[in-house]
């Protein structure tokens, strides 16, 4: 008497032992092309970590030297000694570290340094690094380097590049400077000595103030110019 059939006998292999079967007669009749494949995919994960270490040790090291400086700064209460420290620290920073979040904001720094010892040519040009950087936005920050830039034309009596560069700060990210913005446009074009265009930006600075001693100022200023 025949043995009684099961309900996987007449139903075929199940498809788990199928794929099994398929795969392994597919490894047995391209061996070299399959472990040629993972071996490539090993090296592509290695690597991907390796990248991954070196970037993460990479930023980290920046950052120490970031830190570095403005512990620095912190101590030393910006005597000269500490800002000739400062600038050799951030210039170094960039030199070795310059794809780093660190060394952008390095730039920064550099033009505020610059700037306050009155070196505005040195000054712009990191200004002008660091806004060029691919950089976060979200804390207004890029709106203090435009506007920098501005104090450093203005400074220099290049009153259309500091037009130029106060407008460009008053367009971007400025939450919470809305009025200074309108202020130092309007201070330009009464220094190029046209008045309607310094009224508009005045009067455009009073409704974004409320600052009392700035309210009392803006007006002012909008009385000698009316």
């Known amino acids: ?15 788990f032992q ?25 090296i592509a994960v290695v690597v991907t970590i390796g990248i991954y270490m070196y970037w993460g040790h990479y930023q980290y090291s920046a ?19 500490a800002i000739q420290g400062n600038i050799k620290i951030y210039q170094e920073l960039i030199d070795k570290y310059p794809h780093s979040w ?21 000054a712009i040009a990191d200004y002008k690094k660091f806004i060029s950087s691919r950089i976060s936005d979200k804390a207004g920050i890029k709106y203090l380097a435009l ?39 309007a201070r330009i074009y009464e220094q190029m000595n046209d008045k309607k265009s310094a009224l508009e930006n005045y009067n455009k600075a009073l409704e974004k103030t409320t600052e009392p001693s700035k309210v009392i100022f803006i007006k002012y200023k909008i009385s000698s110019l009316s």
């Open 63 to 81: 950052k120490e030297m970031y830190a570095k400086a403005q512990k620095n700064i912190a101590q030393n209460m910006e005597t000269p000694e």
């Open 147 to 185: 506007t920098s830039i501005g104090y450093c034309y203005e400074a220099k009596k290049d009153f259309k590049s500091a037009l130029e560069y106060f407008e460009k700060a008053q367009k971007s990210k400025k939450s919470g400077f809305e009025s200074v913005a309108f202020s130092n446009i």
């Open 18 to 42: 199928s794929t099994v079967e398929v795969i392994r007669d597919y490894i047995s009749e391209n061996r070299k092309r399959f472990y040629s494949i993972v071996t490539a995919i090993g």
């Open 1 to 15: 008497m025949a043995e009684k059939l099961t309900k996987q006998d007449l139903e075929g292999p199940d498809a």
């Open 102 to 122: 660190s060394a952008r904001m390095a730039h920064y720094h550099l033009g505020n340094i610059y700037y306050n010892a009155g070196q505005y040519d040195s």
